[in-house]
């Protein structure tokens, strides 16, 4: 819908992208920079525990867990 010609679509589209990214302790720049985190990311998603499952894909990234504001 990103590229949908109605602004409105288009404006849905990006606020509801944004929200899965907060969702998943995402930015922007990380889907543009690291596509590879992303795509680890994303394939964790079978994990039933959310907590488990940004557990998991912060070790796989081997960086810190990151701190929930």
Do not use: C
Not at 18 to 35: F, G, N, R
Not at 50 to 63: C, D, I, N, V
């Amino acid at each position: 819908m990103l590229a949908s010609p109605n602004d409105g679509e288009r404006a849905a589209a990006a606020l509801k992208a944004s929200e899965m990214l907060k969702a998943a302790d995402l930015t922007w720049h990380d889907v543009i920079k690291d596509t590879k985190a992303l795509n680890d990311h994303l394939a964790l998603g079978s994990a039933d525990d959310e907590e488990a499952r940004a557990q998991r894909f912060w070790k796989t990234r081997g960086a810190p867990v990151r701190a929930r504001a």
